[in-house]
């Protein structure tokens, strides 16, 4: 298959009014799109042949070889010539950081793959037509160009906010007060979506001044990424309840987004989608998840811990599968569906003379 | 173990310090070099012990337990802590004319391990009773074996000595069990460097704090050693640096460097280094890996790989599901992460000044260098590396067995658990009339 033929098909499953999961599908998408990468992306052919996979080989999109994330930052991972490339997106970092660059030919896909994954995830209250009240605590794509989570906030704000809908941060601010304001004087169910940290800075400017909110009922928040040096740090449970005590949102409205530059699809914590059910990461059907056994290469047990591998279609223009740095564990032991988000797979430190899960700071003696 | 199980452990160290204040450090210091010499002798009954159960709990292969034991305790004997002891005038224990200066230990002494290599643990827990400090211990949940090894040695050697340590766990998050452990005017933590940080910043200013962080060693042949036997002989010492402890201590070597101007020296060295590596697997199998690190080591494989496959000329052995070693082969003297459980790069640096260079961005945590091959230019690079901050330069093969006398960290052993009062006594040609 060619890739317009594969990118019309994803279009089209993308388009569907409630897209599904659909195995033969997926697996045939998922071959012939690994075909493309493996005959235009020559790094990526070449490592899949260090690894014994090539597209003759390869029976199942379970083996297809998955690239870490952390390859970006070394290599141009582009299914396209690259004198084509009409966006880079960039992986955080500081200025003397190497960062993850991620070369796309078009966006028409990452746009298709957004929005139905954000309303089911995140609105799926919202009727057809209709818009929200959105205040985004990120910095705006016209500020940050290279960074794909404002690229998606500004996506969302375009295709389903109010005109009273917009980012407060600016020149690398949070507008705290003017936050306040706004969301003080809102009356209508508010949508808050942006970092944690930024959340955490936000919560800090209540926390000084005594301010407590009560947004209106239906509000929710979307809040994505971590904390490190950016902001205090908090554990999940602990930064929801200050955001409930300090908002008025329960923590079964706030969603976490587990996405990365690296990937065109997200996923979503089900608290909205799924209110019945425990909370685990859905994504949409094109964007497949492994846990994988890193002893074995195969998958993790059942209930068992491993590596966050995702099989993303979206992605045609680098390579869909990719190795991220975090370690999950499915929610449903029995099914293949949903996962929680471990943290990252790390261990850096001399562990034998200074065990780095023998912290005074929250680790288990 | 609850937070009244802490304090009656510290209530019992009163009496128990008591005890050994009145004791002559001559005599403490002569138990303890029996229980060292216990240790160091293969056929002690804590010796067979710590063999016997250290696999199962800490999760290292019995082989690698037994070796690791030999190549670490064999190199230490009770003289080597009588010396320090005589280094630092502990034998001395009046205030007059004759000792000028006392020397000793605090009231109590809090220790915090971390870890499951015995070695340090026996350390932690001999030097503050080397100066008649009782210890309080907070042992680590990576080790169940060592620490009480060690107590029922020092027990059954001197069971004075044997009452002035009282081991505790407790859960990091009870505060009030870290209370309790905060109460000794003596603190000396082991650890990551985040629980390092936060440790500290919980002492108060009178108090002695000692710290042990983060540290990483590393290994470096130079052109006499990059070709050959030597070559071969070298990296057969250098696996069984890595393969003891699997590659889990600060004395563990994360990268090793091929210090040439021959382009092909690295390429070399990563290749004997990989075959001594399997080699040494059959002998000392490589133990239990968790999944967050067999995650990490998978994941910085694979990124070599696409550095590989991106017209880079690195290499990769072993990595694969049947091998328990990973030798990557860099480009450049670039340090990159190590997750450790034998996965080593090898980088190219031109020469001596190319590897102080390499190494000048972890001077602040570096800790040991093995070195061989460098010739008459050895001195030099010695020197060069003392200054950046390395606090043991040795052969390869010889990394896993600091003397008992190390200055661990750059630090005198001894010296920062001791407080050390000067007698100036008064000058007999001062009269009542030079009184002031």
Redesign the interface.
Known sequence: MKRAEIEGELLAWMREPEPAPDAPRFERLARALFAHQFEHC??????CE??GATPARVERWQDIP???T??FK???LCSFPTARARHVFRTSGTSTERRGELWLDSLALYHASLEPAFRRHVLPDLHAGERVRMRVLAPSAREVPDSSLSHMFATLLERLGDDASDFDVADGALDAEGLCERAQACERPLVLAGTAFAFVHWLDHLNERGLSLSLPAGSRIMETGGFKGRSRELAREAFYAELAGRLGIAPERIVNQYGMTELGSQFYDSVLSDPAGPRRKLGPPWARVRLV?????GD?AAG????IVVHDLANTGSVAAI?T?D?GRRVDPERDDGFEVLGR????????????A???????? | MSEDSVRAARDALVDAGAALSRRANRDVVAALARVVDGFADPGSEWRRALARDLPEATGFHPETVQRGLAVGFDAWAGTDLARLASRQRLGEDRLDDATPEWTSGFASTSV?L????PM?TLLALVFPLALRSPVLV?A???DPVTPECVQASLAETDPELGAAVRIV?????NDEA?RTWFEAPCLVA??????VK??AGRAEPWQRFVG?????SFAALGPDALDGPALTDACERLALDLAL??????L?PVACFAASSDPTAAPRLAEALAEALAATEAKLPRGR???????????ER??A???????RPISVYGGE?HDAYTVVCEDTAELR????HRFIRVHPVPDAAGLTRALAPVAPQLAAVAIEGFGPGTPELAEELARLGASRLCAPGRLQAPPLGWHHDGRSPLAPLARTCDWESPSPSLGEDDNY
């Not at chain 1, 056994?293 to 290469?297: F, H, L, R």
């Not at chain 1, 797979?345 to 780095?356: D, M």
């Not at chain 2, 042990?212 to 990483?216: L, S």
């Not at chain 2, 890996?289 to 994941?299: D, G, I, K």
């Open positions: 020559a790094p990526y052919a070449r490592f260090a690894r998955a690239v870490p952390g390859a070394e290599v141009r056994d890193p002893a074995t290469g993790a068992g811990i491993g590596m190795q740095a370690l797979a790390e261990g850096a430190e001399a562990r034998g003379c200074s065990l780095a023998d912290v005074m700071l929250g680790g288990n003696p | 915090l971390a870890g499951a290599i340090p907070r680590s949940a990576a766990r407790f859960d990091s998050a870290w082991t650890g990551s460097d985040a629980t936060a440790l042990y962080g983060h540290r990483e402890w699997d590659q889990l201590g600060c563990s890996v968790e999944t967050e690190s067999a995650a990490f080591a998978v994941r694979d990124e790989l696409l550095r590989a496959a991106g017209g599901l992460p190590c997750p450790r």
